[in-house]
């Protein structure tokens, strides 16, 4: 269960997910951007400091199951060599931008 009311990257989403386990999570925008690659996982959310959605959520969590490839298929999404790699462009753009 994560209710953060803020998130970076949630490398405990990411995780979770790519572990097989189901993650019940507030309704963050990088929740649903991360989770895209398991829409079965959409039932799991429930609104910031909505306790009662939240209970819901741990009660339906038994029943909801997903294809432990798409899992797999989005923690590669979110490997530390993507990951690496978009950083790296990040930073080029910066410096084309800043120095020229």
Do not use: W
């Amino acid at each position: 269960i994560t209710a953060s009311h803020a998130e970076g990257l949630p490398l405990n989403v990411i995780e979770g997910v790519a572990s097989g386990c189901v993650v019940i999570h507030s309704n963050l925008p990088i929740f649903g951007e991360i989770l895209e690659s398991v829409p079965q996982m959409a039932a799991l959310r429930f609104d910031l400091g909505n306790v009662s959605q939240c209970a819901d959520c741990i009660l339906k969590a038994p029943s909801v199951t997903f294809d432990r490839q798409e899992a797999l298929e989005m923690g590669r999404l979110y490997g530390r060599q993507r990951m690496a790699l978009q950083y790296h462009r990040i930073y080029q753009q910066l410096l084309r931008k800043y120095l020229g």
